[in-house]
């Protein structure tokens, strides 16, 4: 309850009753001045009135100088009461008569001497008889008894407006009390009550709002603010426990600080983030945490922030003192009318780590950890500018692998995986400091080295010897999956700067230069020359054009014959040749090898086995065939026989050739018998099934395959024309065609020569038990209408002289 000089009641009726009081002693002392002024007007009148009354009897005294009757004239005016000294003289001044009594005391005296200081003290009367001078009267006058009846009129008329202003002042007082003061009380009490309480739920209903006055529309708009402030309140409790929620729930690290860095608030991740206990945290200021951390340069930021987020990275300090590196998002927030830095944290670590592996990647091979392409030629382009300046020669070698193709096709991925693996290992073993050895795809490797010698020749040395170190390093024995596999490499070598070439001109040489190594024999090395670019530029042309040599029907099939030791027409094998209008006559030998780069080998192949099994059926629908004739001899190649559709695309042409399985003889190379026997071993077996037959061609060229001839459903070995030409002059080539004979019979396999030319060839071959024969000497490869001519001859071998014109 408030004191009653704090109360709005008091106050109003004070400040009234003192408006009052002034208005009304104002006017009070108006109606005193106004009736003073007319009081002083009539006492002087009086006054005089009262002398001249006793006048004649005063002059009549004097003139007569009757003494006695000039006391009874003082005596007449001792009546009035308002003379306290009187004279009576002659004219000459002498005393007659004279009265005199003390003033008369009263109450009010010193307001009587204030209202008559500016009086008359004094009044004189001259007596005069027919105009001549008798004596004077003279009288002094007692204010107190003069103006008493005015000072009492004038205290009460003063007495009662003062009452009468309490009077109304109390009535102003109960009244404003009654209408005014009394309810706001009340108000205020409730509103009291109401900030006491805890719950904002529900609404608020005043007593007031009835009121059609000033409190009632003061209850009203305070009942709106409160349902206002409710929903506001609410709403505002609602966001805060969201952001709490969000704060407190949040995976990444949250810190509420003030702008000086005084950690105010903090979540769970920011504890395990920093390992912190929350006590001890919310004691620390963010420098603690952040040394990157400006306080001036947060304050200036946040001066203009408010509202705009941040983002940065720094560094963290955890409590054990490591540091890890964060992403910060901050913002300016207003809590409570003051600015607050809130400063999400997500800890970069990994991403960091991610983004230093996409960068190695990007520069490096997954797989073998060498550098890629990429950084072979940031380096290699340096090396060439660094030579340019010092008369430094460097060198580049490129590096392919042989037979890896088939390898990767029949082992699998993994296992070519692990291979290239190992080749790595070996090239980086040879390498000095500031080589670089690098995949830039597939099997092919490139070495940098970027200083060999100040001298051609000396770097030429130099690089031929690292490159024989190179081959005879790959050509060892690699194992993968318990499976020992041989391969070499073909290596082309181009130094620099020996002109003007990039970085990109000097591995094309490069490999320019090692497809020359290929065609060479491979497992070997070549310098780069310049006529080989033309070579280069034919091959491109070459695989371009063969892009397009089926769709042009520029393929087709020739067929050598081959004969038994009487000359008798035991098969055939399926050639393929290629005459392109612009590049003319290709030989297999140039155009199989790009065909099995490029992928075209599967359609190709394709191709190959439906034509040679259309012609077949032709013949023997049509022509017949000797009852000699055993199979006809389709070369297959080791990507085409390791693709897994090989099976079911073999049995789709039998089937809608409606050749007879039994007469095909598929011809695979060593090569395949090496990587993985067992998929091999099941597609022979699956189409032995059919009646299909199986010849190794080349035999005797590859490294491991003898020991797989028991596991493979093999009918014939087909011995290799390098041998049967060197028969004459050779002698190991003689016991190499005697030892696979041999073997062939206890194996109970048949064996035929390819390459025969000469008789003296047959004749040696006959002698060491070859039966079976292919070659010039009986007959070149023949297009099929020259074969039809031959077969409706039903002629021996050898043919005669006019029968060998007959050549395409």
């Known amino acids: 309850m408030l004191a009653l000089r704090k109360r709005l009641s008091y106050k109003q009726t004070k400040w009234a009753l003192l408006l009052l009081l002034i208005m009304s002693v104002s006017v009070s002392m108006f109606h005193i001045y106004s009736d003073w002024q007319e009081e002083k007007s009539n006492l002087n009148e009086r006054v005089i009135g009262t002398l001249e009354i006793v006048q004649t009897a005063a002059t009549e005294a004097a003139y007569t100088l009757d003494n006695n009757l000039a006391n009874k004239v003082l005596i007449g005016l001792t009546r009035s009461n308002i003379f306290y000294r009187m004279r009576l003289c002659d004219d000459l001044d002498r005393e007659m008569a004279q009265y005199q009594r003390p003033p008369v005391e009263k109450p009010f005296g010193w307001i009587s001497n204030y209202l008559s200081k500016d009086l008359p003290k004094k009044y004189i009367l001259d007596l005069s008889y027919d105009s001549t001078l008798v004596g004077h009267l003279k009288a002094e006058i007692d204010y107190a008894v003069v103006t008493e009846n005015f000072i009492r009129r004038s205290i009460r008329l003063v007495s009662s407006t003062l009452f009468a202003i309490l009077i109304v002042g109390a009535a102003i007082l109960t009244l404003i009390y009654i209408q005014t003061s009394r309810p706001i009380s009340q108000f205020i009490e409730r509103l009291s009550q109401l900030a006491k309480s805890q719950s904002t739920q529900g609404g608020v209903y005043f007593p007031e709002s009835s009121r059609d006055d000033e409190l009632g529309v003061l209850a009203k708009t305070f009942t709106a603010l409160w349902h206002q402030r409710q929903k506001v309140q609410t709403e505002l409790e609602k966001r805060e426990a969201y952001f709490r929620a969000v704060v407190h729930q949040s995976r990444e690290c949250m810190l509420l600080t003030t702008p000086n860095g005084q950690i105010l608030d903090c979540n769970k991740a920011a504890l395990q983030l920093l390992g912190y206990s929350e006590q001890d945290l919310l004691s620390m200021n963010l420098q603690a945490i952040d040394h990157e951390f400006n306080k001036t340069e947060l304050l200036e930021w946040a001066r203009n922030a408010l509202g705009k987020v941040s983002t940065f990275e720094t560094h963290y300090t955890r409590r054990n003192g490591t540091i890890v590196p964060v992403e910060a998002c901050a913002s300016v927030i207003n809590l409570d009318s003051s600015p607050c830095y809130l400063v999400s944290v997500r800890d970069i670590t990994q991403r960091i780590k991610d983004q230093e592996q996409v960068k190695y990647l990007a520069y490096y091979d997954a797989l073998t950890n060498l550098p890629n392409r990429r950084l072979l030629h940031d380096r290699l382009d340096n090396a060439i500018a660094v030579g340019r300046e010092h008369g430094h020669i460097g060198g580049v070698l490129f590096i392919d692998l042989d037979r890896f193709k088939t390898i990767n096709d029949s082992m699998g991925h993994h296992a070519g995986d692990q291979l290239l693996v190992e080749v790595s290992k070996r090239i980086t073993t040879l390498l000095a400091k500031g080589d670089t050895a690098s995949r830039i795809g597939g099997d092919e490797f490139v070495l940098l080295l970027p200083d060999l010698s100040n001298n051609l020749e000396e770097a030429q040395n130099e690089v031929s010897h690292l490159a024989e170190r190179l081959l005879e390093t790959l050509n060892q024995v690699f194992v993968i999956q318990d499976v020992e596999l041989y391969v070499s490499a073909s290596i082309g070598i181009s130094l620099f700067p020996l002109d003007q070439s990039d970085g990109m001109r000097i591995l094309q040489q490069a490999d320019t230069a090692m497809y020359r190594a290929k065609e060479n024999g491979r497992s070997g090395f070549h310098f780069y020359q310049n006529e080989m670019q033309q070579y280069a530029t034919d091959r491109l042309k070459m695989e371009k054009a063969l892009h397009h040599a089926l769709e042009r029907s520029e393929l087709r099939l020739v067929y050598q014959p081959q004969v038994n030791k009487k000359g008798e027409l035991i098969g055939l094998e399926a050639l393929v040749r290629w005459f392109s209008p612009e590049l003319g006559h290709i030989p297999p030998s140039q155009f199989i090898p790009i065909a099995e780069e490029t992928g075209l080998i599967v359609p190709l192949g394709e191709w190959v086995v439906r034509e040679a099994c259309q012609q077949l059926q032709h013949w023997q629908q049509v022509l017949g065939l000797p009852d000699t004739f055993r199979s006809l001899a389709i070369n297959i190649s080791p990507y085409q026989f390791s693709r897994e559709d090989f ?47 199986f010849s190794i061609d080349d035999f005797g060229t590859g490294y491991s395959s003898l020991r797989y001839l028991k596991h493979l459903p093999l009918s014939q070995l087909k011995i290799d024309q390098s041998f049967i030409r060197d028969i004459s002059e050779d002698p190991n080539s003689y016991e190499i065609i005697n030892t696979i004979i041999s073997m062939a019979k206890h194996m109970k396999l048949s064996v035929i020569a390819e390459g025969v030319e000469t008789l003296f060839e047959k004749e040696v071959l006959t002698s060491i038990g070859c039966t079976r024969f292919q070659g010039y000497f009986f007959s070149k490869p023949l297009d099929k209408n020259d074969l039809n001519a031959l077969l409706l001859k039903n002629s021996h071998y050898p043919v005669s002289k006019e029968d060998l014109s007959l050549e395409f």
């Open 647 to 693: 099976v079911n695309q073999m049995v789709n042409i039998f089937q809608q050739t409606q050749v007879d399985p039994k007469y095909i003889d598929l011809e695979i190379t060593e090569g395949m018998l090496v990587e993985n026997i067992r998929a091999v071993a099941a597609k022979m077996q699956r189409l032995q099934q059919y009646g299909v037959q």
